[in-house]
T-cell receptor, first 114, second 115 residues
Framework: AQSVTQPDIHITVSEGASLELRCNYS??????LFWYVQSPGQGLQLLLK??????LVQGIKGFEAEFKRSQSSFNLRKPSVHWSDAAEYFC????????????FGAGTRLAVHP | GAGVSQSPRYKVAKRGQDVALRCDPI?????LFWYQQALGQGPEFLTY????????KSGLPSDRFFAERPEGSVSTLKIQRTQQEDSAVYLC?????????????FGPGTRLTVL
């Protein structure tokens, strides 16, 4: 069965430090992969997505993610974190069936110290 | 405006009451999804509409949950005889067409608390 694992429930970094959020997936075919961010009281916002091609994808707000098929991973990175990046981050797999039903991980909550 | 809107934003219900949650998708969007997000968890798929047709309701947790989209735009998620385990944030998302590549745009959610 398809599943997504985000091993880190909570991460704290200092402002200006680099960030990597981990995501592992289980899926029988080539996955469609997504990272969303959720701020308090806000809906989920898409940061970036991977469908095929270049395994390093760029997203909004300076985020990037790398798809590694051999490790079944799609980790999210940012070279320098800003205080406004504090939020919850969700990795998701799109279930290919003609309408992109999403399967989400449990999320990683990011706190940023000044 | 145009993002996805949901109402009410907060709903408190006594156990056993029926509730109705509304989703206004982005105008013209063909696809509409409902997800349930329990506290501390990621969203979980409930159901999918393509226009007015409900093509997938595999995620609805029980027959107390019912969703409709009669005219292919606004959708309502109804929960009958609410239970405490129904407490969650209910998220609605829409995308411009069907198909695997389309970004889903999410609403802010309705937080349901069942006492």
């Amino acid at each position: 069965a398809q599943s997504v694992t985000q091993p880190d429930i909570h991460i704290t970094v200092s402002e200006g430090a680099s960030l990597e959020l981990r995501c592992n997936y289980s899926y029988g075919a080539t996955p469609y992969l997504f990272w969303y961010v959720q701020s308090p009281g806000q809906g989920l916002q898409l940061l970036l997505k991977y469908f095929s091609g270049d395994t390093l994808v760029q997203g909004i707000k300076g985020f990037e993610a790398e798809f590694k098929r051999s490790q079944s991973s799609f980790n999210l990175r940012k070279p320098s974190v800003h205080w406004s990046d504090a939020a919850e981050y969700f990795c998701a797999v799109g279930f290919s069936g003609g309408y992109n039903k999403l399967i989400f991980g449990a999320g990683t909550r990011l706190a940023v110290h000044p | 405006g145009a993002g996805v809107s949901q109402s009410p934003r907060y709903k408190v219900a006594k156990r056993g009451q029926d509730v109705a949650l509304r989703c206004d998708p982005i105008s013209g969007h063909v696809s509409l999804f409902w997800y349930q997000q329990a506290l501390g968890q990621g969203p979980e798929f409930l159901t999918y509409f393509q226009n007015e047709a409900q093509l997938d309701k595999s995620g609805l947790p029980s027959d107390r949950f019912f969703a409709e989209r009669p005219e292919g735009s606004v959708s309502t998620l109804k929960i009958q005889r609410t239970q405490q385990e129904d407490s969650a944030v209910y998220l609605c998302a829409s995308s411009v067409t069907s198909g695997d590549y389309n970004e889903q745009f999410f609403g802010p959610g309705t937080r349901l608390t069942v006492l």
